[in-house]
């Protein structure tokens, strides 16, 4: 199984951040990465897939990037809706793997 | 808008099988681009793929739960489902059913749509 793995595991934010989240694949998975949002109580959201493609509807300030092992989320100016915990999630092979998540708190 | 929507009991005993359905609206589960997963999320830990099944009743399940996981899809009644046998109570877990897009012909995709999840616990 290809291991991903999330950095960091929680981080806290003020509204108005930019924040970064990381995402290192245990082997090359050329750009086969995708990133979602995870709310409590709700259904996981796709927010950008192929590493890099802002899926229809996402606002822009979410943003992807990166290829082979490691990749990144970029959150530009943190949104009080966008407090969430945050997957990233190989298809390069079955199974298919997640990161651990990352919890996005309040400051 | 497509629509999933999970079902089933939301608790099993031990050495008994779980069995859920999803129900797929405002699309056909039996769109030739689509894949089906079921994923799970166990308490207090991440996502975990368990498998997808196509409309034609083929299937790619996790080796990690392969030995006890059935799925099957009923293309009249626009559903999917899953057993999973002899559980535990680490299969205790919310249990989340998600539409695959490929990105092109057979390949690689992303779960565009899920289901809100329904809780499964293993207890007797």
């Known amino acids: 199984d290809i291991q991903m793995t999330q950095s960091p595991s929680s981080l806290s934010a003020s509204v108005g951040d930019r924040v970064t989240i990381t995402c290192r694949a245990g082997?090359?998975?050329?750009?086969?990465l995708n990133w979602y949002q995870h709310k409590p109580g709700k259904a996981p959201k796709l927010l950008i897939y192929s590493a890099s493609t802002l899926q229809s509807g996402v606002p822009s300030r979410f943003s992807g990037s990166g290829s082979g092992t490691d990749f990144t989320l970029t959150i530009s100016s943190l949104q009080p809706e966008d407090f969430a915990t945050y997957y990233c999630?190989?298809?390069?092979?079955?199974?298919?793997?997640f990161g651990q998540g990352t919890e996005v708190e309040i400051k | 808008q497509v629509q999933l929507q999970e079902s089933g009991p939301g608790l099993v005993k031990p050495s008994q099988t779980l069995s859920l359905t999803c129900t797929v609206s405002g699309g056909s589960i039996s769109s030739s681009t689509h894949y089906w997963s079921w994923i799970r999320q166990r308490p207090g830990k991440g996502l975990e793929w368990i498998g997808y099944i196509y409309f034609s009743g083929s299937t790619n399940y996790n080796p990690s739960l392969k030995s006890r996981v059935t799925m099957s899809v009923d293309t009249s009644k626009n559903h999917f489902s899953l057993k999973v046998t002899s559980v535990t109570a680490a299969d205790t877990a919310v249990y989340y059913c998600a539409r695959e897009t490929p990105l092109y012909t057979n390949s690689p995709g992303f779960f565009d749509y899920w289901g809100q999840g329904t809780l499964v616990t293993v207890s007797s």
């Open positions: 082997q090359h998975i050329r750009n086969i």
């Open positions: 999630q190989q298809s390069y092979t079955t199974p298919y793997t």
